[in-house]
């Protein structure tokens, strides 16, 4: 298929797989997608590695990167910043978390785990943290950099077009994406409620057609509840010139989340997500658990914002994650993950590449079918 997305990258297929493991984005590039990481929990010398992992295994096809640059985040003190942004914490917030570890008897992290999320996410939200990233990003051969939770900032765009990189972002309203145009950003990224993480609340069908018809001819990717080649070409069908996927790559062998979590999606529902606060201080889609049934008791604290939520709570799930791994009951009810509704669509675990080049496959001959139709 040729798109003016797939012509401006420089790509095969139309379709975006966004993730935050490695090897996922590897295998979406190499299968002819283009494979983007979920950049801001890594610092930058962890980032650094896996760019250049991915780097050696895509033989020079293209691949991206995406960071959160939220527009308003909770301000720390620059020359200490997680301490005086920790010092933000409520002690109320902080005994809610502790007692309901001890209520579901969530065993402390043992001393040779290695944390998955850490504080160093509150350094990358922070401006001189987003810059430090974007350092190590350019230092790559990447193809695009996309950016979530607001228009990016002037200078983003401006390091981005310096080096030939195409500027992405993504947006829940109309109005977000004229914003986005006026911001210089080549390529908008329709990501309707159904999705997995940050999103607004209009649905991906209304929100992609009114995205394109403000978009001055930039390309548009349909994201959210897409993880079939039909939901592709619906999307496609919808005006957009091609599809962000993000959710569906949870169901791959590559992908690093946990297993316990990988077990629940397999056994969820497209009912089972919510669109919630408590894991990042803004609205994110994840999958129900126990975890925000207790959030939502009548003496239970109000979420902080970004990022202090995150600082609050990823001690909690680092221990949680690791309890669950084990089996642990109390953790398997507490446990949750960023998910879009397709997560009622999940049967089994694949390979990414077998996902990628079935949904292309299966597109295609939902497309075929439908042009048959005109008589």
Known sequence: MRTPFTD????????????????????????????????????????????TWIEERVDGRPFGVDLLVPEKVAVGDPDDLIASLRAQIPDEHRRFVTDLLAKYEIPELPSDAAPLINDDIAAALNPDGVDALLDVVFEHPIALVANALGTPP???????????????????????????VAAGVDVLIAQG?????????????????????????????????IATGEQMAA???????????????????????????????????????????????????????????????????????????PMLVNDAFNRIDA?????????????????????????TLRPAREITLDMVADCEERLRALATAIR
């Open 193 to 225: 409620t159904e999705a997995g993480g940050h999103t607004g609340t209009i649905a991906t069908t209304v929100l992609t057609p009114e995205v394109v018809s403000v978009a001055e001819g930039r390309p548009v990717l349909a994201a959210g509840g």
């Open 154 to 180: 002037p200078s983003l765009v401006e390091r981005a077009k310096a080096n030939g990189i195409v500027v992405a972002a993504l947006v829940g309203q109309a109005k977000h994406a004229r914003r986005q």
């Open 235 to 309: 999307g496609l069908a919808l005006g957009a010139a091609g599809v962000w996927c993000g959710s569906v790559w949870l169901n791959s062998f590559e992908d690093i989340t946990p297993f316990p979590i990988k077990q629940k999606f397999l056994a969820a529902a497209s009912i089972d997500t919510v669109r919630s606060p408590l894991r990042t201080g803004k609205p994110a889609r994840q999958l129900r658990s126990a975890y925000h049934a207790e959030w939502d008791g009548p003496d239970s604290p109000s979420p902080l914002p970004m990022p202090l939520q």
């Open 323 to 347: 309890a669950a791994a084990d089996g642990h009951a109390g953790a398997l009810e507490l446990e949750t993950f960023f998910i879009g509704q397709v997560v009622g669509s999940f049967t």
């Open 8 to 51: 401006l990258i420089g790509i095969q297929h139309p379709l975006v797989g966004f993730n935050r493991s490695p090897a996922v984005v590897a295998e979406v590039t190499r299968a002819g997608g283009l494979g983007v990481l979920a950049a801001t929990a890594y610092a930058p010398a962890e980032l650094d590695a896996q760019l």
